[in-house]
């Protein structure tokens, strides 16, 4: 989640106020986003939302792990739609939602900034109060108890004066104007994330080796930056990274490719300084600070970007902060990190750039997929960005109405299925299967999620199987339905022919394969192909 500066600048300020129009482009297959591959209805171009047509929109917010999505309003209103298998857009129910969709709960409520995790959300009022919604296993809702595993409305988090809110995959910080407690956090603490010295290891039974992580639902002030005042923060999957008000800045929490710019790999418990950040080039109060799933970044002295951790999809990983220098010159206002990619708003312009696969790079069809480079996205050209937000396969862009309506309205409008209408048959196919995949989920959950950081880069952890895994395995057993389905006829006639002669049991036509296949590697060369 990318950071909001509670001190703006008065301009900007004044541009929150106003508002503008919300554009999306990336994936719109909430149940079926990161589980199954080759998903229709990519918004590959910047696009209207219809429900948001001439709502002035001053923040919008996302997650690197989110498939869902967050609007504000400049009345405070909020909007919420995505997938909502845990309650995370917060509208009592657990039914998907492809239009943005007015959060009738907080309807007492102005609210000014929000946050979003995996599967949790979020906000933060006008009075400083801060509920939220969604998933609370490990009690990352921070209403001091992880008893109800699921909260599908609003409730109140149990932390005052609050700032703004940032979200990783499962835990929460919030920034409060409490002296001594200046950030305060709750949630999955497995690699350190929430920076109090401990992961909460424990066995779940004396006789077994499987490790849990105890839930942390009690927001807890961080100990050791007591004596500073924080004032920008940013989660990514299980990371943390903060700016307190001298320009000083300290990361935590799994330490994988880098992310934590620490020059090691090492998981850090507690906040540790960055040492690039010191002396001479510490943050300016107009700094922007990112994070995304696997990577880190903030701007510097003179606004130079830095990043750090894995950048890119080939290469060595950045272990400590280098200067972006394609960015060199950029005044850059707002930054967001997604799954792999990256949403800037520079000047008059909007940049972004990273691994894609679903049109989140905002390109257009005539554009390239990825981009290891930052490139404008070029239909956006002179626009003036208030906000952005990049969650784990979409970007949300706010840009000024001023002087650009006649372009604004060329672009494309999506209206998006009813809630009626959406898809419940995921849901429905996960209580199906929930009983006959139990057994893989169980071995999957076996496995110690530190020694699979790679599950992290695809913003799933190992720990909630139960969530992301069984989705995948609905995926993986409705391809399989469909094959057989395909070619049940066909391929039982086809066996039958192929294998007349070898049909003695299901063993047998394996070895006639396997020395069929190692035949004619006795004449040819090993390792190629054998010449016709």
């Not at 008065?10 to 199954?36: H, I, M, N, S, Y």
């Not at 400590?320 to 060199?328: E, I, R």
């Not at 060329?410 to 299967?433: C, H, I, M, R, W």
Request: net charge neutral; proline share 4%; aromatic share 6%.
């Amino acid at each position: 989640m990318a950071a909001v500066e509670p001190e703006k600048k008065v301009e900007e300020e004044e541009q929150a106020v106003k508002g503008g129009e919300l554009l999306f482009c990336g994936a719109t297959a909430w149940d079926a986003v990161g589980r199954r591959k080759g998903l229709e209805g990519n918004l590959i171009s910047p696009t209207r939302l219809r429900p948001l047509i001439g709502i002035n929109i001053s923040f919008v917010a996302s997650g690197c792990t989110s498939c869902h999505c967050v609007a504000l309003d400049v009345d405070g209103r909020c909007y919420t739609w995505g997938r909502n298998e845990k309650g995370q857009l917060g509208h009592g129910d657990k039914i998907q939602r492809d239009r943005p969709t007015v959060v009738s709960g907080l309807s007492k409520h102005k609210v000014i900034t929000a946050g979003a995790g995996r599967s949790h959300t979020v906000v933060v009022t006008e009075d400083g109060d801060s509920l939220a919604f969604g998933w609370n296993k490990h009690g990352q809702l921070g209403t001091g108890s992880a008893k109800n595993e699921v909260e599908l409305s609003p409730v109140r988090c149990h932390v005052s004066d609050v700032s703004n809110t940032a979200c990783g995959a499962d835990f929460t910080v919030w920034l409060t104007s409490v002296e001594g407690a200046s950030i305060v956090t709750a949630g999955l603490p497995q690699y350190g994330q929430l920076g109090h010295g401990t992961d909460n290891e424990y066995n779940t039974k004396d006789s077994s080796v499987r490790l849990a992580y105890e839930a942390q639902p009690r927001p807890r002030a961080v100990a050791s930056l007591a004596g500073e005042t924080i004032v920008k923060v940013a989660c990514g999957t299980n990371h943390t990274v903060a700016v307190d008000k001298n320009g000083y800045v300290y990361t935590w929490g799994f330490g994988g490719y880098g992310r934590l710019g620490h020059r090691e790999q090492k998981d850090e418990w507690v906040p540790r300084r960055v040492d690039v950040f010191t002396r001479h080039n510490v943050l300016p109060p107009d700094a922007v600070v990112s994070a995304g799933s696997v990577n880190s970044a903030c701007t510097a002295g003179g606004g130079q970007l830095y990043m750090w951790g894995k950048i890119k999809n080939t290469g060595d990983d950045w272990m400590y902060p280098k200067p972006l220098m394609d960015l060199s010159g950029w005044h850059l206002r707002c930054m967001d990190s997604g799954g792999m990619h990256h949403f800037v708003g520079a000047d008059r312009s909007c940049i972004s750039w990273g691994h894609a696969q679903s049109g989140e790079l905002g390109y257009g069809p005539e554009g390239q997929k990825s981009s290891a480079v930052p490139k404008k996205v070029d239909i956006l050209e002179g626009m003036h960005v208030i906000s952005v937000a990049s969650g784990f396969a979409h970007s949300m862009v706010v840009v000024d109405r001023t002087n650009v309506d006649d372009r604004l309205e060329q672009l494309d409008v999506y209206d998006g299925k009813a809630s009626f209408e959406a898809n419940e048959e995921p849901q429905n196919n996960t209580l199906a299967l929930k009983k006959a995949k139990k057994g893989a989920e169980n071995s999957k959950k076996r496995k110690n999620s530190k020694d699979l950081p790679e599950s992290e880069e695809d913003g799933e952890s190992s720990d909630d199987a139960s969530d992301e895994d069984e989705g995948k395995l609905n995926g993986q057993a409705e391809n399989k339905r469909k094959q057989n389905a395909r070619g049940r006829g066909k391929s039982i006639g086809k066996s039958s022919g192929d294998k007349k002669g070898s049909g003695r049991g299901r063993g047998r036509p394996s070895s006639a394969k396997k020395s069929s296949e190692s035949t004619p590697a006795k004449s040819g060369k090993r390792g190629r192909p054998q010449k016709s």
